[in-house]
């Protein structure tokens, strides 16, 4: 009796062993713990504002309020684009001056001397308007500022010819005129430049 007892011990196990065997199995693989492999939550890609980043939308508007132009700096603004306008005109009035038959050496020199107080006229509006500029509006318009001072270099440079060759006792007209001309084509770009600054500040035309 001993014996059969132990016999059905030995076959008692092993069926146990039998039964045990799959889920050990299924256990040993991965995400295996669980209906259909979902025993493990799988992760979903996060996104940026999870991560903490701040969305971009928006951030445009935000740099434009920044340096949005006060109702002052909007009629220093129109006030530096008329001025523009003005000293283009009197540099095409010399232009044509040149082109008599009779070149007026002396009208030309009036002319040149209106041209200079027209200048300085607006040097001094472009300086009010920088100097009243904020921090912010100053960094956001550096690289404008800078190519508006290389044109009034060669403003400078061809006012400087002008003197040259209107010093002369018979100054030379196509000289006279090809200098008008560019200044004339220098304060077109200048203008355009402070168009530019009034949309980036916000000012409409």
């Not at 065997?21 to 256990?27: C, V």
């Not at 684009?81 to 540099?91: E, F, G, S």
């Not at 095409?92 to 050496?105: G, N």
């Amino acid at each position: 009796m001993k014996n059969g007892n132990g016999t059905r011990r030995v076959l008692i196990i092993a069926a146990g062993l039998l039964l045990a065997s799959p889920a050990i199995a299924m256990q040993g693989r991965p995400g295996g713990a669980g209906q259909g492999g979902q025993g493990r939550p799988q992760q979903r890609p996060t996104t940026g504002q999870e991560r903490g980043q701040v969305p971009s939308t928006g951030q445009g508007t935000m740099d434009r309020q920044r340096i949005r132009a006060t109702d002052q700096q909007r009629d220093q603004l129109r006030d530096c684009t008329r001025t523009a306008d003005r000293i283009r005109q009197q540099a095409r009035d010399m232009d044509r001056l040149t082109r008599s038959k009779t070149f007026d050496a002396a009208a030309a020199r009036r002319q040149r001397d209106q041209l200079r107080d027209q200048l300085r006229t607006m040097d001094q509006e472009h300086e009010r308007l920088m100097n009243g500029m904020s921090q912010e509006q100053q960094a956001a318009l550096r690289n404008r500022v800078e190519k508006m001072n290389q044109i009034r270099q060669r403003v400078n440079s061809q006012l400087g010819r002008l003197d040259m060759e209107l010093g002369k006792t018979d100054p030379n007209a196509k000289q006279v005129r090809k200098s008008a001309q560019q200044i004339s084509r220098e304060m077109n770009q200048w203008k355009s430049q402070y168009r530019e600054m009034e949309s980036e500040m916000g000012v409409q035309p």
